[in-house]
């Protein structure tokens, strides 16, 4: 298991960009909206980091071994450190929403973990009591990206976890949109009001009155 990537949903996703390009190296592997059935978007950078590499044999691990290693790491072998997504939305957006519950910051939505095989870590912790936002894995169409969100975990500070699987191209724009769309507070509390009333106003920055 790996860390894949961290999500951000911000105020004003260029500001933030410029920020992580500037003092972390990123750079913009990918731009794209998403729009919503109401009519509403999500705009949206995948940043890559410096670090990374084309050869990935297995997949997120390089070794010290490989071409264009400096000499230090010969022989050792580390994880490739983390993509970077950067969303924000208009008001009554599924994003422009969540940031504005966290007085109009935002913050980090989600942390995704890559895993070799998604269906057994997925019900290992179902099974475990883990819930999740969506009832089956969501699969790219053109591609075999692999993902799903876990329910905020109150154990892991409200944050989101995401399993991921990747395929070959990156991120996948039907994914992301079915991914936030399993995120809108309004179908969640639906779901759960009855149950966990006062752990989801906290975890989605409503009031309990
Ligand atoms: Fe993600």
């Known amino acids: 298991m790996r860390l894949d990537h961290i999500a951000y949903r911000v105020k004003n996703r260029q500001a933030t960009v410029d920020f992580i390009v500037k003092n972390f190296g990123y750079s ?13 978007q999500a705009n949206c950078f995948a940043l890559v980091p410096p670090e990374k590499d084309s050869i990935r044999q297995p997949p997120w691990l390089l070794s010290g071994q490989g071409r264009n290693r400096p000499p230090s790491t010969a022989g050792s072998t580390f994880h490739l450190p983390p ?3 950067v ?3 208009e008001t009554n957006s ?3 929403n969540w940031v504005k519950e966290r007085g109009g910051i935002g913050g980090v939505h989600h ?3 890559q895993v070799d095989d998604i ?6 912790w179902k099974d475990g009591g883990v819930e999740f936002l969506s009832e089956n894995i969501i699969d790219c169409p053109d591609d075999n990206l692999r993902q799903i969100f876990t329910k905020p975990l109150e154990l892991m500070g409200g944050v989101i976890v995401e399993l991921i699987t990747r395929g070959d191209k990156g991120f996948c724009e039907h994914s992301v949109k079915e991914l ?3 995120t809108d507070k309004s179908e969640v509390e639906k779901d759960d009001e009855v149950n966990h009333p006062n752990t989801l106003n906290w ?3 409503g009031n309990n009155s």
Do not use: P
């Not at 269906?119 to 290992?124: A, K």
């Open 180 to 182: 936030m769309e399993s």
């Open 87 to 89: 969303s924000d939305g």
């Open 111 to 113: 942390v995704a973990y």
């Open 94 to 96: 599924i994003v422009g």
């Open 203 to 205: 975890l989605y920055g």
């Open 119 to 124: 269906d057994s870590v997925f019900n290992e």
């Open 28 to 40: 913009v592997g990918a731009e794209f909206k998403i729009s919503f059935d109401n009519g509403t």
């Open 83 to 85: 993509e970077i997504f």
